[in-house]
């Protein structure tokens, strides 16, 4: 599975624009019982993001000549219109921490009595402190794609900045209301990888093992790809168990 070059220089020149740009929003869930622990929520998709995970089934959000845009004042009404209907708010992508103005955005939401939850993939620590800081983020999840030496792999660009990983992963530890997930996906995570990525985590409070789903990936290949069985997660959340407090198996 090939990193490709273009597409990393690309994206590059894209996130020069966004970093401009207020928040680019591409979706809109109204309603979720899963994806807030404890709370029902809706869940915000930001357009754009700085990895090309072959794997990944939000291509919409993703590649910029698939993206859609919603406005945010159409955002706004409608959390205007649910508060005390529901609880939180889930802010994902994407990926939101490639926008300058996310403090901005978040506050508006805080304003609005809403907790708020990021997904990230951790690849800005700064972005996470000012979150953090400013009283902005109630609860943060981040993506481990895989063992440091095996990242960009994963991620489907060169040149990842793996220390910002790990700082990301230091800060979320240090956060009350976290938790970190690995998507199980064939050819690239395997029973070392695990053994890897609980290093990696140790002492987090959860870590979710998310099955992969072979549709709609961003490249072709994967949609080919026959997720693993259960009883191979079973295997892989054995492992998990010894690393940190809590560990889950979800979409099986």
Same mark, same amino acid.
């Given at each position: 599975?090939? @990193?490709?070059? +273009? *597409? !990393?220089?690309?994206?590059? &020149? !894209?996130?020069? @624009?966004?970093?401009?740009?207020?928040?680019? /929003?591409?979706?809109?869930?109204k309603n979720s019982?899963?994806d807030y622990?404890?709370?029902?929520?809706?869940?915000?998709?930001?357009?754009?993001? *700085?990895? #090309?995970c072959?794997?990944?089934?939000?291509?919409?959000?993703?590649?910029?000549?698939?993206?859609?845009?919603i406005?945010?004042?159409?955002?706004?009404?409608?959390?205007?219109k649910?508060q005390?209907?529901?609880?939180?708010?889930?802010?994902?992508?994407?990926?939101?921490?490639?926008?300058?103005?996310?403090?901005?955005?978040?506050?508006?939401i805080?304003?609005?009595?809403?907790?708020?939850?990021?997904?990230?993939?951790?690849?800005?620590?700064?972005?996470?402190?000012?979150?953090? +800081?400013?009283?902005?983020?109630?609860?943060? =999840?981040?993506?481990?794609?895989? !063992?440091?030496?095996?990242?960009?792999?994963?991620?489907?660009?060169?040149?990842i900045?793996?220390?910002? /990983?790990?700082k990301?992963?230091e800060? /979320?530890?240090?956060?009350?209301?976290?938790?970190? #997930?690995?998507?199980?996906?064939?050819?690239?995570? *395997?029973?070392?990888?695990?053994?890897?990525?609980?290093?990696i985590?140790k002492? =987090?409070? +959860?870590? =979710?093992?998310q099955q992969f #789903?072979?549709?709609?990936?961003?490249k072709?290949?994967?949609?080919?790809?026959?997720?693993?069985?259960?009883?191979?997660?079973?295997?892989?959340?054995?492992?998990?168990?010894?690393?940190v407090?809590?560990?889950? &198996?979800?979409g099986?």
């Open positions: 599975m090939k @990193v490709n070059r +273009k *597409n !990393s220089k690309t994206e590059l &020149i !894209s996130l020069k @624009v966004q970093n401009k740009m207020s928040i680019s /929003i591409g979706g809109l869930q019982l899963i622990p404890g709370l029902v929520s809706c869940i915000i998709f930001c357009n754009g993001c *700085n990895f #090309r072959g794997f990944c089934h939000n291509k919409d959000l993703v590649l910029p000549d698939k993206r859609r845009e406005k945010q004042e159409k955002i706004f009404d409608f959390l205007k649910r005390g209907l529901i609880d939180g708010v889930v802010v994902t992508g994407g990926e939101p921490t490639i926008y300058k103005s996310l403090p901005d955005f978040f506050k508006k805080k304003d609005l009595g809403y907790l708020l939850k990021l997904d990230t993939n951790g690849t800005s620590p700064d972005m996470l402190k000012q979150l953090i +800081k400013k009283d902005l983020v109630d609860f943060i =999840a981040m993506d481990i794609k895989a !063992s440091f030496e095996n990242y960009s792999k994963a991620a489907g660009v060169e040149d900045n793996v220390e910002n /990983i790990k990301s992963i800060i /979320i530890k240090g956060f009350d209301n976290h938790e970190f #997930r690995t998507t199980v996906v064939p050819g690239i995570v *395997n029973k070392e990888e695990i053994k890897k990525i609980g290093e985590v002492g =987090a409070k +959860k870590h =979710a093992l #789903r072979p549709k709609n990936t961003l072709k290949e994967f949609s080919e790809l026959k997720p693993f069985k259960k009883d191979k997660l079973k295997e892989f959340k054995k492992i998990l168990d010894k690393q407090i809590k560990c889950v &198996i979800r099986t």
